[in-house]
T-cell receptor
Framework: GAGVSQSPSNKVTEKGKDVELRCDPISGHTALYWYRQSLGQGLEFLIYFQGNSAPDKSGLPSDRFSAERTGGSVSTLTIQRTQQEDSAVYLC?????????????FGEGSRLTVL | DAKTTQPNSMESNEEEPVHLPCNHSTISGTDYIHWYRQLPSQGPEYVIH???SNVNNRMASLAIAEDRKSSTLILHRATLRDAAVYYCILRDWGAQKLVFGQGTRLTINP
């Protein structure tokens, strides 16, 4: 596809379960970002990848959150032992450039609901 | 990251121009001014960016004050589809991430 693809689009899980969210960036984009957006709130930066490395993990809210990127392409965000406060839309974006002029292309997001 | 200040909300009428203001008095010389918008139930989308000179593209125009302490996003002829939250963001040339504020919620009246 031409755009950033995220899956699942919706996920409902029980408190304490682990979840994996997947992001398929635009082909050739070296930079990949994860954000989350709680209901009615702004976007919160989580993590950034340049290639397969993550030079900036500063936004991950706790050690229950982790992310990896393989082959400079697909990325997976994993949330262990989910809590109700993890409920949010998780947005992935990719960019052809990591510099300040690079445009970010966002996916539609994965809506996570923790019961 | 340098901070931006935007009105929480604005209203305009369909087919009229819209001027969305953004103040960034602490902008540094290497900060680019980016605008993104987020339509309901969608991820943000890029609108425009600039450094010092005014910029135009198919979506909008960006007018940057001479001292760069403020800027204005101009939608020349608003449509109902322009109803969204508009984010004004400063991003240093070398910055690896984009930091979003609360943005301006734009309502377009038919």
């Amino acid at each position: 596809g031409a755009g950033v693809s995220q899956s699942p689009s919706n996920k409902v899980t029980e408190k304490g379960k682990d979840v994996e969210l997947r992001c398929d960036p635009i082909s050739g984009h070296t930079a990949l970002y994860w954000y989350r957006q709680s209901l009615g709130q702004g976007l919160e930066f989580l993590i950034y990848f340049q290639g397969n490395s993550a030079p900036d993990k500063s936004g991950l809210p706790s050690d229950r959150f982790s992310a990896e990127r393989t082959g400079g392409s697909v990325s997976t965000l994993t949330i262990q032992r989910t809590q109700q406060e993890d409920s949010a839309v998780y947005l992935c974006a990719s960019s052809p450039s990591w510099t300040g002029t690079g445009e970010l292309f966002f996916g539609e997001g994965s809506r996570l609901t923790v019961l | 990251d340098a901070k931006t200040t935007q009105p929480n909300s604005m209203e305009s009428n369909e087919e009229e121009p819209v001027h969305l203001p953004c103040n960034h008095s602490t902008i540094s010389g290497t900060d680019y001014i980016h605008w993104y918008r987020q339509l309901p139930s969608q991820g943000p989308e890029y609108v425009i960016h600039g450094l010092t000179s005014n910029v135009n593209n198919r979506m909008a125009s960006l007018a940057i004050a001479e001292d760069r302490k403020s800027s204005t996003l101009i939608l020349h002829r608003a449509t109902l589809r322009d109803a969204a939250v508009y984010y004004c963001i400063l991003r240093d040339w070398g910055a690896q991430k984009l930091v979003f504020g609360q943005g301006t919620r734009l309502t377009i009246n038919p």
